[in-house]
């Protein structure tokens, strides 16, 4: 079957640099994506690694191993207004796009 | 740019009524939109999948007759629940991509359904 991994819930200190990990067993592989949901809205994309690496964007970073089934999400000098869930999805070789369950990062002051 | 428009935003109605959601892809063309569904402190649980001009395929578990989806342009998807109940209160989202592959999709603001 079709699976993803990703921790259900994380707390971070506003400032700090937390990262959310996340693995995939798909059939085939076809990218990853990262997306930022805020309770209540709809998920915001983030991210898309298809190659091994890191993808730097401003204080977000995503990083992929294609060979481990890994990914993470770097998220640095954490901001209250960065919690949020972090929803993993990665497309397969149909390119159906398989949602993880989602992170919930929760920032402290 | 790759804005979509999700409308209404906020739905309450009686049992038994029929309800419309709308979706477009204001300044781009869709060829593939989705339709999600999402309850409290859940998953994104996808639908369907509709296709420009081709018929809706539908996640196992959504009812096909009582859900139903036309995306009759590039541009425009309607999701239409015939008889809701208040079992399917939800979240209700859609999201719309160019193409398949690298392109990510891009959602519209979600629709808050609420059945008294």
């Known amino acids: 079957g079709q699976n993803i991994d990703q921790p259900t819930e994380m707390t971070a200190t506003e400032g700090a640099i937390v990262q959310i990990n996340c693995t995939y067993q798909?059939?085939?592989?076809?990218?990853l994506f990262w997306y930022q949901q805020h309770a209540g809205e709809a998920p915001t994309f983030l991210s898309y690694n298809v190659l091994d690496g890191l993808e730097e964007k401003g204080r977000f970073s995503s990083f992929l191993s294609r060979s481990k089934g890994y990914s993470y999400l770097l998220l640095k000098e954490l901001q209250m207004k960065d919690s949020a869930s972090y929803l993993c999805?990665?497309?397969?070789?149909?390119?159906?796009?398989?949602w993880g369950a989602g992170t919930k990062l929760i920032i402290k002051p | 740019g790759a804005v979509v428009s999700q409308h209404p935003s906020w739905v309450i109605c009686k049992s038994g009524t029929s309800v419309k959601i709308e979706c477009r892809s204001l300044?781009?063309?869709?060829?593939?939109m989705f339709w999600y569904r999402q309850f409290p402190k859940q998953s994104l649980m996808l639908m369907a999948t509709?296709?420009?001009?081709?018929?809706?395929?539908?996640e196992q578990g959504v009812e096909k007759d009582k859900f139903l989806i036309n995306h009759a342009s590039l541009t425009l998807s309607t999701l239409t629940m015939t008889s809701a109940h208040p079992e399917d209160s939800s979240f209700y989202i859609c999201?719309?991509?160019?193409?398949?592959?690298?392109?990510?999709?891009?959602f519209g603001d979600g629709t808050r359904l609420s059945i008294l």
């Open positions: 509709s296709n420009e001009g081709s018929k809706a395929t539908y």
């Open positions: 999805a990665v497309t397969d070789s149909n390119y159906q796009l398989i």
């Open positions: 999201s719309a991509r160019v193409t398949r592959g690298s392109e990510p999709q891009h």
């Open positions: 798909t059939s085939g592989f076809n990218g």
């Open positions: 300044d781009f063309q869709a060829t593939t």
